[in-house]
């Protein structure tokens, strides 16, 4: 119903401005919409932006269409609300089962995140890559894209080549119970030991990089068991983390199928192009000083030439690309959008995120100094069970495993999706295992609470009749879940949804506190319990979204 009103309102602008952009967004406290299209317009039309704004609040008002909505121009913002009935139709459809989910559309989409190097196991940093493009997956999925989710295996570059001189050469006894990934992490760092302490064996890593570029069979053999070990491991921790791929792409497919030899072929004539021994792109001219190395005088391409191959491949098969890439790949793929531009192929939208730091510094694989995502989980999981036991002694043993399980991943989904991708933060054990407010289990008990009062109320006869402002500051709020799942997915920020799922439970909380509901009587109690109902279904599936279980009991 809301997403109706939403596009009644954007066309309406659109033809009122003759603009094909009119920045209409949440309203928050003010409105339900808003729009700061004037500021645009001031320009064009040499005039006083808040006149602007009234004088599109007029027109805008006189529309046939416009029954349900009021206008209102304050200063140079136009804000838009909806009338009673509005709210309380679109409150209803709240209390249903998939609340929240738009029809399916055409248009679709590979959304490619994680993607960590296959020389170690997932650690701090990387799953906020993971909880990012989880998170983002499941909103496009609530909002009716088909959808497939990717990550791009690199088997083939100089990091997975020493894990391969690492097994080669080093002396290795495997450990009882050790995952995959773990176990390639410690023949990783004892192989760099090793190179530092003779760097003449830097050749062997060379040769190995050539000899699979060539597609030696058992050099690839070798490539291949040593990534397929890691890559087992991540996916029990991708399990863990509650997140999905539906393809896992390998790089050397690209060797393999000719398609990184095609599109090397294709620059290859473009005047920007460069072969002294090397193949380099002059992207000068897109504003970039660096030379855009492709391959290498020793004939093996780089990473960034198989990652054009991989891009043409989804540009053509996609109607929508996006990338999930930390703040260190920001030149790298502006570079790739420029290229591919020049190429005349589909871009990727890219999400860079900022790094997840320890308070003594950086994380690297390669020193061995990192907070792997198995010990997170493992720690997480032991702090909670802690204060599960102490909340719910009651409680079976089994049960009380189950809710620590959910409550730790709850803690760690939301602690990464709440902060916006572009700021960077310091992981802080204290604050992610905060249980109280700002906190996924925060949300989840706000569940718990409506879960409660709703099993105690029994059998009811739903009805909306909302009486006072913390009924209807609950209601409005509850009513804009569809259009932020439509935000996020517009804007690619999985962090609007996480604001959106706390202030949820805070307004919860506030109206349970100041309004009975249980004690209430007649119609005002049946209106209130509809209100609970459509909470509890709203948190459900914002909580779902976000990769938490919405749990019943805590």
Not at 119 to 133: C, D, K, Q, S, W
Not at 425 to 442: C, H, I, K, M
Not at 475 to 501: D, G, N, T
Request: proline residues 3%; charged residues 30%; hydrophobic residues 40%.
């Amino acid at each position: 119903m809301l997403s109706t009103l939403y596009h009644t309102i954007e066309y309406a602008l659109k033809e009122a401005t003759g603009q094909e952009e009119v920045f209409l967004v949440e309203g928050g406290e003010h409105a339900d919409l808003a729009s700061t299209v004037a500021f645009g317009l001031a320009k064009v039309r040499r005039k006083n932006p808040a006149m602007i704004s009234r004088e599109l609040a007029e027109t805008l008002a006189a529309r046939e269409d416009f029954g349900d909505i009021a206008v209102e121009a304050l200063g140079p913002y136009l804000n838009f609300h909806f009338s009673r009935e509005v709210i309380e139709r679109a409150l209803q459809d709240a209390t249903r089962p998939g609340y929240g989910t738009h029809p399916r559309r055409e248009e679709r989409v590979v959304l490619e995140h994680t993607s960590a190097n296959p020389n170690g196991p997932l650690h701090v940093g990387h799953i906020r890559n993971t909880i990012l493009g989880d998170t983002l997956a499941r909103c496009f999925r609530k909002a009716g894209y088909p959808l497939e989710v990717q990550y791009y295996v690199n088997d083939m570059g100089r990091q997975i080549a020493i894990v391969v001189w690492g097994f080669c050469t080093i002396a290795d006894t495997s450990l009882a119970g050790e995952k995959g990934d773990h176990h390639v992490a410690r023949i990783y760092i004892a192989a760099n030991r090793a190179l530092e302490a003779r760097p003449e064996c830097v050749a062997e890593v060379d040769r190995l990089m050539q000899q699979v570029e060539r597609g030696d069979q058992a050099t690839v053999l070798l490539f291949r068991k040593a990534v397929t070990e890691c890559l087992e491991g991540f996916r029990v921790t991708l399990q863990r983390l509650g997140a999905r791929h539906d393809r896992f792409v390998w790089e050397s497919d690209f060797i393999r199928n000719g398609d990184t030899d095609r599109v090397l072929s294709r620059i290859s004539h473009m005047p920007e192009c460069h072969v002294d021994g090397r193949l380099w792109l002059d992207l000068s001219e897109s504003g970039f000083e660096k030379e855009y190395v492709l391959r290498r005088s020793d004939g093996t391409s780089v990473y960034a030439a198989r990652d054009l191959a991989y891009h043409t491949w989804k540009g053509r098969n996609f109607d929508r690309v996006i990338d999930v890439l930390g703040a260190d790949h920001k030149l790298i793929g502006a570079q790739l959008i420029a290229t591919l531009r020049l190429l005349g192929e589909k871009g990727p939208e890219i999400v860079h995120f900022e790094f997840v730091s320890l308070p003594e510094g950086s994380m690297s694989t390669r020193a061995g100094k990192f907070v792997s995502a198995d010990e997170l989980l493992e720690e997480v999981e032991r702090r909670a069970r802690e204060e599960v036991t102490v909340r719910r002694p009651e409680l079976p043993e089994t049960e009380r495993l189950a809710i620590a399980r959910s409550v730790a991943l709850a803690a760690i989904r939301y602690d990464i999706a709440r902060i916006s991708p572009e700021k960077s933060t310091v992981f802080d054990w204290n604050e992610a295992l905060d249980f109280e407010r700002q906190s996924g289990p925060y949300i989840q008990y706000a569940h718990a609470r409506a879960s409660s009062i709703l099993e105690k109320a029994g059998e009811f006869e739903e009805c909306v009749a909302l009486e006072n402002e913390h009924e209807m500051a609950l209601a409005r709020h509850i009513i804009r879940f569809p259009m932020v799942i439509e935000s996020v997915v517009r804007e690619l920020k999985p962090h609007l949804l996480a604001a959106y799922a706390r202030e949820l439970a805070d307004l919860f909380n506030a109206f349970y506190h100041f309004e009975p509901v249980l004690k209430s009587e007649g119609i005002t109690r049946r209106s209130r319990l509809t209100l609970v109902k459509a909470t509890q279904n709203t948190l459900a599936e914002a909580l779902q979204t976000l990769g938490i279980d919405a749990l019943r009991t805590m």
